[in-house]
């Protein structure tokens, strides 16, 4: 017999198709029989800002003075129809989080970190909670198909409403709320039973379609003296025609929301697979006001991986208007912190991957209903990160406006962008760098 | 804040909708008579006093929208989403309702005297429904609160979905639809149903009728219900 102790062999190989983490959801799988869910966005490695580079100033671009010159960064939001806009210093928004999904005490700091830097905040699917209110100087109001807790007292209260169609974790998805973290208050708000896994509809109860949208958007302009902005939300999906009807229906405000973008809670499956990244949708947004020559007057806000400066300076450039940010905002007060690391090793996982939101045992007290837990979250010292954290993100947005020569952020503009990939070219169609390329117009075209 | 005593009339072939909506929305009591309504949608919405009001003639969606308080009468039929999300007050559409009628409703009684379409009572969260005819598919689904009744027949998937609202049919129903099932009627449902028919004005004996609830299966995510979905 051939003796092949001497012979080299390969080293052991994994899979790069059953990779182990594919491998692990299998083995899950096959224990449990039911689908895999969690919070937050897309996880994938996506095409996203990073993939974009802004060109600076140069001959034909002059610079301004870093701290002498002036950048402008308020905004207003909703003057198309309402006659009471929202007149925000920065554009940065605290996207729609439920309080149910999110404890008292983070909706609380969430409102104090905005409201320090004088922008708004959003309620979530349950209704509004008066600590939201009280500590929020701007708070939209989203309406959502479950319509729990929605009525027309707060409905009035609102800076603004928000229809919500869709996220972009879900787009087509409804909500869920598992039972552990339907308190009794949270069960009340929502007329439910205490401690039922709460289901939210994927689809408005009372209206089907552009035209139905049209005349709701009508009716809650009715019951708010049309003083209220309405913005229309909508998961990435189509966003070309989802845009284009919106504005149809007469929405104020467009917020367009990439897969990156969280949710409390649902199947890992349709947070991975359905909808568009934030990068991609961007400019089908754009593409479809300015088809309208709607563009700046109905107003574009982005969400979904927004995290820096940076990626809110690239949407702008790319013609959003404001963004919006939920995941970061949560970790500004203190979602995955480090210090926590031996509460989430308890529980299975790490500091940065920690994503079992629905299961309402957060260490940080911020996607949690317990009450013990929830105590942990000082909302003032956590809404004072929040400010601070916001103010690092205008900060950068002004440096690199006054790179590209803009005396406000709402004058960067595409031909400040070039792209380092093929992908992030074609998508968010500006040049790739160092080329006069866009994929798909042909060369020299803009 | 305007205060009309008189009954005053809102003749919508001379005035806006929206103006005709602001002197019901400001006005805190008195009796008001919408005329010419032609199936203007978003009508007598957002009222939040204990006021009258007689719409003469069809009106279009959203009807009493969202309604406190406020007694609204549609001399004629009403389009989807009649009294949506309604919180106290009372609602009657003499005539048929299109889909969705009484949607997400917290509070008060709607009648319609006629048929409703699709979807009525969906998602309702504790106003209560009489309908003197027969509602479309889907009825109460979701629904979380309140009751339903119906003197005509349910169309198919009575009830989907239900959590703790409760449905009373005295006519035939086509099918129920998920976790929805009949249950024993009992004197605390006889003396509740013909409570609510009395204020509905409907000649009708609770004994004619059937209930239809939960049945508490789909409360909690369990694999075994999964056939269910």
Redesign the interface.
Known sequence: MADYSETPRTIPRKSATFDDYTLSEIRRAAA???YDIRGGGSKRRLPHFDDLVFLGASISRYALEGYREKCGTDIVLGDRFASKPLHLKIPITIAGMSFGALSAQAKEALGRGASAMGTSTTTGDGGMTPEERGQSRHLVYQYLP??YG???DD?RKADAIEVVVSQGAKPGGGGML??QKITERVAGM????VG??Q?S?CRH???TGPD?LE??L??LR?????EKPIYVKIGAARPYYDTALSVKAGADVVVVDGMQGGTAATQEIFIEHVGIPTLAAVREAVRALQDLDMHRKVQLIVSGGIRNGADVAKALAMGADAVAIGTAALVALGDNDPALEEEYRKLGTTAGAYDAWHEGRDPAGISTQDPELSRRLDPVKAGHRLANYLAVMTLELQTLARANGKSHVRNLEPEDLAALTVEAAAMAGVPLAGTNWVPGRGPGAY | MTTTLANTGLDLATMDRRAVNQTLQEAERGDFTVLNPGGAHALACGLKSPIDVTIKGHAGYYCAGMNQEAAVTVEGNAGTGVAENMMSGTVRVTGDASQSAGATGHGGLLVIEGNTSARCGISMKGIDIVVGGSIGHMSAFMGQAGRLVVLGDAGADLGDSIYEARLYVRGKVASLGADCIEKEMQGEHRAELAELLARAGMDAGADEFRRYGSARKLYHFHIDNIGAY
């Open positions: 449990t029989g039911i479950s319509r929605m009525n027309p409905l598992l039972g929502r007329t439910l039973p039922v896994d289901r509809a109860p009372d209206w139905d005349i709701k009508q009716e009715e019951i708010t003296a049309w």
